[in-house]
């Protein structure tokens, strides 16, 4: 099969757009194998479909999803992010240059680390060695520049806490954790500190 072809059969014969997740698991097996060439295809490809740079290099969780199929998002190749992360358009995750910072197991970074259930919401930029903790909800157009705390919500520009996620008020921000959508109220408030 030539590869037009194959990005067709992909494609659907065009009668959809697939997701940049969709497309970033397609080229997993081509990551595995270190086929540079299909990777930088695959790249190539959301670069064409939703104006976004996410390589299939990026490392990413189970879950992850993108608002609108992904479009305008630059992702660092090198970021690191969670299960059932949640990305609106025209978000970047990038690094800035001269920073580093070491992570849980020792190794260097100078890139975002977004872990498990966060919500960055559309336009924002989150930039450099920055951890952005569990449950960390990124408001729209914000510019974070420092760790967040777990089960928070930031806003603004430079980012700041403006409020804490616990069980009294988790049902609020449900809409925002996809991926939990399938718990009920009691199973998904258990997940939350008091």
Same mark, same amino acid.
């Given at each position: 099969?030539?590869?037009?072809?194959?990005?067709?059969?992909?494609?659907?014969?065009?009668?959809?757009?697939?997701?940049?997740?969709?497309?970033?698991?397609?080229?997993?097996?081509?990551?595995?194998?270190?086929?540079?060439?299909?990777?930088?295809?695959?790249?190539?490809?959301?670069?064409?479909?939703?104006?976004?740079?996410?390589?299939?290099?990026?490392?990413?969780?189970?879950?992850?999803?993108?608002?609108?199929?992904?479009?305008? &998002? %630059? !992702?660092? $190749?090198?970021? /690191? *992010? =969670?299960?059932?992360?949640?990305?609106?358009? @025209?978000?970047?995750?990038?690094?800035?240059?001269?920073?580093?910072?070491?992570?849980?197991?020792?190794?260097?970074?100078?890139?975002?680390?977004?872990?498990?259930?966060?919500?960055?919401?559309?336009?924002?930029?989150?930039?450099?060695? &920055? %951890? !952005?903790? $569990?449950?960390? /909800? *990124? =408001?729209?157009?914000?510019?974070?520049?420092? @760790?967040?705390?777990?089960?928070?919500?930031?806003?603004?520009?430079?980012?700041?806490?403006?409020?804490?996620?616990?069980?009294?008020?988790?049902?609020?921000?449900?809409?925002?954790?996809?991926?939990?959508?399938?718990?009920?109220?009691?199973?998904?408030?258990?997940?939350?500190?008091?």
């Amino acid at each position: 099969m030539k590869l037009g072809e194959h990005f067709i059969n992909i494609l659907g014969g065009l009668d959809s757009v697939p997701s940049i997740q969709y497309l970033w698991k397609e080229a997993q097996e081509y990551v595995v194998k270190n086929d540079v060439r299909m990777i930088k295809k695959y790249q190539n490809l959301i670069l064409v479909l939703h104006n976004s740079f996410v390589s299939p290099e990026t490392k990413m969780g189970d879950g992850v999803s993108f608002g609108y199929g992904g479009i305008g &998002v %630059v !992702l660092h $190749k090198n970021c /690191v *992010i =969670g299960n059932g992360v949640s990305i609106s358009q @025209n978000v970047t995750l990038g690094g800035t240059p001269g920073s580093v910072s070491k992570d849980e197991s020792g190794k260097n970074f100078f890139v975002p680390i977004v872990k498990d259930n966060c919500y960055i919401a559309c336009g924002s930029k989150v930039l450099g060695v &920055v %951890v !952005l903790e $569990k449950f960390t /909800v *990124i =408001g729209a157009n914000s510019v974070v520049l420092s @760790n967040t705390e777990p089960f928070s919500v930031y806003v603004g520009n430079p980012a700041r806490k403006v409020k804490n996620i616990r069980k009294e008020n988790c049902l609020k921000y449900r809409g925002f954790f996809r991926s939990l959508q399938l718990l009920n109220d009691i199973e998904y408030t258990l997940l939350f500190p008091s």
